[in-house]
């Protein structure tokens, strides 16, 4: 496959415009100014993360806790050495066709091409760093979360997850945004635009792989060791079984390295969508005003999350800070409003003063600060919206999980999982009409004056609503982070056997100052947990939307290159009366359906040889040994890092060839009609991922909660109800962690990459053989179709 695309990319081409070629504006000294003090408001920024580090650090636990928790980062560490090691041979890849395609075809110098491959190479060591770091994070908070449960003071369970999880949104903000910020203040103006392009695709790079292998790791591991509790009637999180260690990890794999990683790549490409438009699109003489006021509103978020946090954090300790119990969800849900109609009212001020009267834009366009607040608004708020929307068909309180629970009680398994695809079908129902309403608001908005300063304003607008939705995106990273940290912190708390120690009551209260309550530390840890569990649901719609809404913005520059390159009006051959739009539609769907298949057979299959293992391993004689059996453990995290990587790696290349297949044969070699073929297929790859994505994530959560509610609310562990829910949980596990989490990164990889294949494709010397080439990769995405189940199916007796 390297050869071809080698081949493919060092045959003669003519230049042609593209977002590769962007030049970027020179911006004034008051701009630059301006944008400098964004670097210094996030290295305050990076502080006020590494003080909540601290802050978690220094809390007090016990010993036996702590080596349970050490134990879980060490098996992290070898996870992530791993998969280090597999991004470096993407990344040697990925190099390999950046370098010909910048050098050779666009004939970039020797020195603009390292320095291209070196913001793709920080482009993935960024997605890397941000993810180690938040298992670092959360590590360190699990052990102390477990042990404060037992100090009978809600609050502090509540803000140990949350100072980890704003520590760790915090920094990811803040580091993506200074590498973007360092590029349009310091890199050459004509190579900004590349440098940019490289920066976007090492993260998607980084983030897809991490998100896939994460994905299928932590439901492997989740898979193996709920079953354990059906099969011998074992407890929940009991040291004797092996697959505890590993489901402690993979939560760790999954919930935080997947969207750590995941949220850094989306804020990144969704900004340079943004400024690949405003460069192209938009008045060259208002270019460097409205990027130093997209930069100002990033850099904004920063702030208003940091002071949403401390409000909500004030607020909290007034109405919760002497309670004995309180719903954990509501500080949650109360920090997500407050800091969403924080950064509404402070994207209508900045931008009054940035673009309002006065200014140059205000001159062409006197209403334009108020119509990109607005546009800009509409996604903030469907931030918040999005969550409330969630929570109706995940949350524990919700009438759709109650269902899951009644239907579980008169018919089982069968009625239990019914019921949940019941609840996603409808959530993918609402959700798609509130981005939907979203998405015609801003238009709506977008026609007030945006086209005296733009082309294809709307489009523009869109991207907006992607920009705002992110625009909480600490917070929005934060109460994600929340859940793995309430989920490890439940099996820290078992895995420790505190309860056993000899004379234990009498030593905690002598060594740190209280009497331990156990019954009520299991209680706040299982009712935090499902806390944890709605808001890790609420979060993936909000990255899942900004993934479809911003892939409209960088299919934007794909038609523009139709343009300039073929000389056609775009509407003439992009409509649904050419019959090439309508496979395109077809061919990206079954794209998606084979995606989610394949990332869940890995899942089966790993579960299934970790049960295998399990089984055979696990002692639970009377004479056994009570703790955790590090190196059984180790072992069932080998078979999850295994069918981790091999399912991600079929899934990647079958990704990368389909998106280089399909814009080859879209290349107009007899007519300009083909090319309707890959733009159809990049929006059908985002419409069908949204969809597929939030009714797999909401039905998965459903399932979660509602066995979430048998073992807080009803107390019903070992019951048949219990085994009843334990199934739905566990088919329900690979749908909400595993396919529909991973559909985000996937949608703006092949979107971003395919770009630059169709770019390629079409230029004029290459478009006569490339539907040749786009056959050879077309068989090679089949074959490793062909490899994601027949390679990978469970194994016969």
């Not at 949940?420 to 979203?438: D, Q, R």
């Amino acid at each position: 496959m390297t050869f071809f695309l080698l081949l493919f990319l060092y045959s003669p081409s003519v230049a042609f415009a593209s977002e590769a070629n962007l030049i970027l504006p020179e911006l004034t000294s008051a701009q630059n100014s301006l944008l400098m003090v964004g670097i210094a408001v996030c290295a305050l920024g990076m502080l006020f993360s590494f003080y909540q580090y601290a802050q978690v650090k220094a809390l007090r636990a016990h010993s036996s806790m702590l080596e349970v928790a050490d134990v879980i980062y060490e098996t992290c560490k070898t996870y992530m050495i791993q998969q280090g090691k597999f991004l470096s041979i993407l990344l040697l890849f990925i190099g390999i066709c950046i370098a010909f395609y910048f050098g050779y075809l666009q004939a970039v110098s020797i020195g603009g091409v390292l320095l291209i491959l070196a913001w793709t190479v920080i482009g993935i060591l960024g997605s890397y760093s941000v993810a180690w770091y938040g298992i670092r994070v959360n590590t360190l908070a699990n052990s102390r979360m477990a042990f404060s449960s037992l100090e009978r003071k809600p609050l502090r369970l509540l803000n140990i997850p949350l100072d980890a999880g704003m520590s760790i949104g915090v920094l990811l903000i803040c580091v993506e945004l200074i590498m973007m910020l360092l590029i349009i203040l310091f890199v050459p103006r004509e190579l900004a635009g590349s440098s940019f392009i490289g920066f976007a695709i090492g993260e998607s790079l980084g983030a897809s792989a991490l998100r896939i292998a994460g994905g299928i790791f932590t439901k492997i591991a989740d898979i193996g060791s709920d079953l354990m509790k059906i099969v011998f009637k074992i407890k929940e999180d009991d040291p004797r079984n092996p697959g505890v260690i590993a489901d402690c990890t993979g939560d760790n794999a999954g919930d935080s390295v997947g969207p750590t990683a995941d949220g850094f790549e989306t804020y990144g490409v969704t900004g340079v969508a943004l400024v690949s438009f405003i460069v192209l699109a938009a008045d060259s003489n208002l270019q460097a005003i409205l990027l130093t006021w997209i930069f100002t509103m990033r850099i904004m978020m920063v702030i208003t999350s940091v002071t949403a946090f401390y409000c909500n954090k004030f607020f909290s300790e007034m109405s919760y800070g002497k309670q004995d119990d309180f719903d954990f969800e509501q500080p949650l849900t109360n920090l997500v409003w407050l800091t969403s109609i924080l950064s509404i009212v402070v994207t209508f001020i900045v931008s009054y003063f940035l673009l309002g009267p006065g200014t140059l834009v205000a001159a062409k366009a006197p209403s334009l600060w108020m119509i990109l607040s607005i546009i800009i608004s509409c996604g903030t708020l469907g931030a918040a919206l999005i969550p409330e929307f969630t929570k109706i068909f995940t949350s524990g309180k919700s009438a759709h999980v109650q269902e899951v629970v009644k239907a579980s009680k008169a018919g089982g398994p069968s009625l239990n999982i019914l019921a949940g695809l019941v609840a996603g079908n409808f959530s993918a129902f609402w959700l798609g009409i509130v981005i939907c309403g979203l998405m015609f608001a801003a238009y709506v908005a977008s026609g007030f004056g945006l086209a005296g300063i733009m082309i294809y304003p709307s489009i523009f607008a869109f991207g907006l609503v992607a920009f705002g939705f992110l625009g909480m995106g600490p917070v929005t990273i934060a109460v994600d982070s929340y859940g793995p940290v309430t989920d490890n912190a439940q099996s820290i708390y078992e895995l420790s056997l505190i309860e056993a120690i000899p004379d234990i009551e009498d030593k905690i209260t002598k060594e740190f100052g209280f009497k331990p309550d156990f019954d009520k530390a299991k209680y706040y840890l299982e009712a935090n947990d499902g806390a944890g569990n709605t808001f890790k649901a609420t979060a993936k719609p909000v990255l899942i939307g900004t993934a479809v809404v911003g892939a409209t913005t960088m299919i934007f520059s794909l038609i523009l290159v139709i343009k300039n390159v073929l000389g056609v009006e775009p509407e003439t051959i992009l409509n649904l009366l050419n019959p090439y739009t309508i496979l395109g539609f077809l061919c990206g769907g079954a794209v998606i359906y084979w995606f989610t298949g394949a990332s869940i057979q890995a899942v089966s299959t790993g579960a299934y040889r970790a049960v295998e293992y399990i089984k055979q391993n696990i002692q639970l004689d009377e004479d056994a040994n009570q703790k955790a059996a590090t190196e059984k453990s180790k072992e069932v995290v080998k078979i999850c890092t295994q069918y981790a990587q091999a399912g991600m790696f079929n899934i990647f290349i079958a990704i990368f060839s389909f998106a280089m297949a399909f814009a080859c044969l879209s290349a107009p070699s007899t007519s300009n009609e083909p090319v309707a073929f890959f733009v159809a297929y990049l929006i059908s790859i985002a419409t069908f991922g949204l969809f597929q994505a939030v009714f797999m994530a909401n039905a998965g959560g459903c399932w979660d909660n509602a066995k979430k509610v048998v073992e807080v609310d009803l107390k019903e562990k070992g019951s048949a109800l219990h085994d009843a829910s334990v199934v739905g949980d566990t088919v329900g596990d690979p749908f909400k962690d595993t396919s529909s989490v991973a559909l985000n990164p996937i949608i703006k990889f092949t979107t971003l990459f395919g770009l630059l294949a169709m770019e390629i494709a079409i230029s004029e010397s290459f478009k006569h053989i490339a539907p040749y080439i786009g056959v050879v990769f077309l068989a090679i995405a089949l074959i490793f179709v062909w490899r994601s189940f027949y390679n990978m199916r469970i194994p016969s007796e």
